[in-house]
């Protein structure tokens, strides 16, 4: 399941970055590098180089100002930090942000999520973030907030804050506090527990609560794709087939394409065109490769998504040696200890056990 993971947000990607100096005094690009973030250190991150202005701190007295006139719906820039989970654990724990904005044509970026490091992968516990409900326009001061649960195996969490499309955005404070347990988590994990446990029903349910947003995203693109392969799983085939034939006319018009240059919105109008056999594995895989400023590690985290989109396909078409290759692909852990591997292991195990049951 691939909701946040495609988002560039510290739910599922982050990468540290450098800022460049820009042309306008005072002022600085955000540019995002490849590098392992540095627990309790401030990151920036951006989709878009040389897109995004930044100017100014975080913290004692002074602000931190994001802007673009230029960025497409689905650029981005942000800050973000792993903390310690140790201080923390088995607490309610609340995010607090500060900040102010103007003119945001897409959604202020707020983030905060919670992370179990394995061995071998890397499980997100928890998360919140304004991607299930974009939040556009102006804005004076005021103090948003995130709460969620710490379990006891959390290693770290992460906070940030940025901005999607263009305005600007500006961030005074962001800092974490324990909270009592009787106020409410604003938890949006549950959608990657209800589709890790198969319950798929539930899952479009909860979908259903989370505002569409702007049609010409990436993100939305994403939520639709999510829906038809819920559905698939269902058994709702004719409905499902109406949701892809929508979302493949969408992703392929002049319009959407238009407006997303990224490399999350180049990498959804190739998944669908796959989904809807324009595409093969092998071009699929291959679009991954010709995305320009993709990062290394981003670029794995994808390719290792991709396998399992390829699996599932193959699942849904009935070709199930085809889907254990995708799907042991998928599971193989070459592409790092900071992605879970709990969809592709499980599908493996299942597509194995069909299999063998055929005989």
Same mark, same amino acid.
């Given at each position: 399941?691939?909701? #946040?993971?495609?988002?560039?947000?510290? #739910?599922?990607?982050?990468?540290?970055?450098?800022?460049?100096?820009?042309?306008?005094?005072?002022?600085?690009?955000?540019?995002?590098?490849?590098?392992?973030?540095?627990?309790?250190?401030?990151?920036?991150?951006?989709?878009?180089?040389?897109?995004?202005?930044?100017?100014?701190?975080?913290?004692?007295?002074?602000?931190?100002?994001?802007?673009?006139?230029?960025?497409?719906?689905?650029?981005?820039?942000?800050?973000?930090?792993? #903390?310690?989970?140790?201080?923390?654990?088995?607490?309610?724990?609340?995010?607090?942000?500060?900040?102010?904005?103007?003119?945001?044509?897409?959604?202020?970026?707020?983030?905060?999520?919670?992370?179990?490091?394995?061995?071998?992968?890397?499980?997100?516990?928890?998360?919140?973030?304004?991607?299930?409900?974009?939040?556009?326009?102006?804005?004076?001061?005021?103090?948003?907030?995130?709460?969620?649960?710490?379990?006891?195996?959390?290693?770290?969490?992460?906070?940030?804050?940025?901005?999607?499309?263009?305005?600007?955005?500006?961030?005074?404070?962001?800092?974490?506090?324990?909270?009592?347990?009787?106020?409410?988590?604003?938890?949006?994990?549950?959608?990657?527990?209800?589709?890790?446990?198969?319950?798929?029903?539930?899952?479009?349910?909860?979908?259903?609560?989370?505002?569409?947003?702007?049609?010409?995203?990436?993100?939305?693109?994403?939520?639709?794709?999510?829906?038809?392969? @819920?559905?698939?799983?269902?058994?709702?085939?004719?409905?499902?087939?109406?949701?892809?034939?929508?979302?493949?006319?969408?992703?392929?018009?002049?319009?959407?394409?238009?407006?997303?240059?990224?490399?999350?919105?180049?990498?959804?109008?190739?998944?669908?065109?796959?989904?809807?056999?324009?595409?093969?594995?092998?071009?699929?895989?291959?679009?991954?490769?010709?995305?320009?400023?993709?990062?290394?590690?981003?670029?794995?985290?994808?390719?290792?998504?991709?396998?399992?989109?390829?699996?599932?396909?193959?699942?849904?078409?009935?070709?199930?040696? @085809?889907?254990?290759?995708?799907?042991q692909k998928a599971a193989s852990r070459e592409w790092g200890d900071k992605?879970?591997?709990?969809?592709?292991?499980?599908?493996?195990?299942? #597509?194995?056990?069909?299999?063998?049951?055929?005989?």
């Open positions: 399941m691939n909701i #946040v993971k495609q988002f560039g947000m510290a #739910v599922a990607v982050l990468a540290s970055s450098v800022v460049i100096a820009g042309e306008e005094s005072g002022k600085q690009y955000v540019e995002a590098y490849q590098g392992d973030p540095v627990v309790g250190e401030w990151h920036y991150w951006t989709n878009a180089p040389k897109t995004f202005m930044r100017k100014g701190n975080i913290g004692e007295g002074k602000s931190l100002h994001f802007s673009s006139d230029t960025a497409k719906d689905d650029s981005h820039a942000s800050i973000f930090k792993y #903390v310690d989970a140790l201080p923390y654990r088995k607490q309610r724990v609340q995010a607090t942000f500060k900040v102010r904005m103007k003119d945001v044509s897409e959604s202020l970026m707020l983030d905060f999520g919670v992370y179990d490091q394995q061995e071998s992968q890397k499980k997100n516990l928890a998360w919140d973030s304004t991607y299930t409900d974009p939040v556009s326009g102006s804005l004076d001061w005021t103090e948003k907030t995130m709460i969620l649960d710490v379990p006891a195996e959390a290693d770290t969490i992460s906070i940030g804050a940025g901005i999607v499309g263009r305005g600007s955005v500006e961030i005074s404070d962001i800092r974490l506090s324990v909270v009592d347990k009787s106020i409410p988590v604003t938890d949006k994990g549950i959608v990657d527990r209800l589709w890790e446990q198969e319950r798929f029903a539930e899952f479009l349910t909860e979908l259903d609560n989370w505002a569409p947003g702007n049609k010409l995203t990436a993100r939305y693109a994403s939520l639709q794709m999510e829906r038809y392969m @819920a559905m698939m799983e269902l058994g709702q085939k004719t409905n499902a087939e109406k949701v892809l034939d929508d979302l493949h006319g969408l992703v392929t018009s002049k319009e959407w394409q238009a407006k997303n240059f990224s490399d999350w919105g180049k990498g959804m109008a190739a998944e669908v065109r796959f989904l809807a056999g324009e595409l093969s594995d092998k071009e699929l895989l291959q679009v991954v490769e010709s995305i320009p400023h993709m990062d290394e590690k981003r670029k794995l985290r994808v390719k290792k998504w991709n396998y399992e989109l390829i699996g599932f396909k193959h699942r849904m078409d009935g070709n199930l040696v @085809a889907a254990k290759a995708a799907y992605v879970d591997y709990t969809i592709a292991d499980r599908q493996l195990k299942k #597509v194995e056990s069909a299999i063998m049951a055929s005989k």
